[in-house]
């Protein structure tokens, strides 16, 4: 099973995430199947890559429940 979540970024007490595709099994930063966007959470910026991140979502990729409420913020999914 495929999941859409964040992997970390960043040095020490600054983190910034990049949202990927992750098999349930796999750990916070291994190997990610496809990047489709980031969230710098200091200076609450992100980019989210809606073409791909819709694309996985229709395939039946689940969102973790942090990156879920992000796309609802960026109103790509509803509740």
């Known amino acids: 099973m495929l999941k859409l979540?964040?992997?970390r970024n960043g040095r020490k007490k600054q983190p910034s995430y990049r949202l990927?595709?992750?098999p349930v099994e796999a750990r916070r930063d291994g190997r990610?199947?496809?990047q489709v966007g980031y969230y710098d959470t200091r200076n609450k910026e992100s980019y989210l890559n809606?073409?791909?991140i819709t694309r996985w979502l229709k395939v039946?990729?689940?969102p973790t429940k942090t990156v879920s409420n992000?796309?609802?913020k960026a109103n790509i999914i509803e509740d």
């Open 5 to 7: 979540r964040l992997k």
């Open 20 to 22: 990927v595709i992750m």
């Open 32 to 34: 990610a199947i496809d």
């Open 50 to 52: 809606t073409d791909k």
């Open 60 to 62: 039946g990729v689940k």
């Open 70 to 72: 992000l796309l609802k």
